[in-house]
């Protein structure tokens, strides 16, 4: 999974972290979780908070 792939690491969160309410995940806890998902491989340089943000909000979807 790339940074971009914004859908496939919400299911991945979603899977991981169940017992967490995503709207409570900060950026800088977000951008852990997501380089430690086991299908994931993108340079941590590529991040920012728009995309960090896309995750967020598609892991609420997912989620809700």
């Known amino acids: 999974m ?3 792939d914004t859908f ?3 299911i991945a969160l ?3 972290h169940a ?4 709207k409570a995940v900060r950026f800088t ?11 994931f491989n993108d340079d941590p340089a ?3 908070e728009r995309i960090l943000e896309a995750i967020q909000m598609a ?3 997912e989620v809700e």
Request: aromatic content about 10%; glycine content about 4%; hydrophobic content about 45%.
């Open 14 to 16: 979603s899977e991981t």
């Open 29 to 39: 806890q977000l951008m852990k979780w997501v380089m430690a998902l086991p299908d």
């Open 8 to 10: 496939d690491i919400a």
């Open 19 to 22: 017992e967490v309410d995503p």
């Open 2 to 4: 790339k940074w971009t």
């Open 46 to 48: 590529h991040c920012g």
């Open 59 to 61: 892991w609420i979807d």
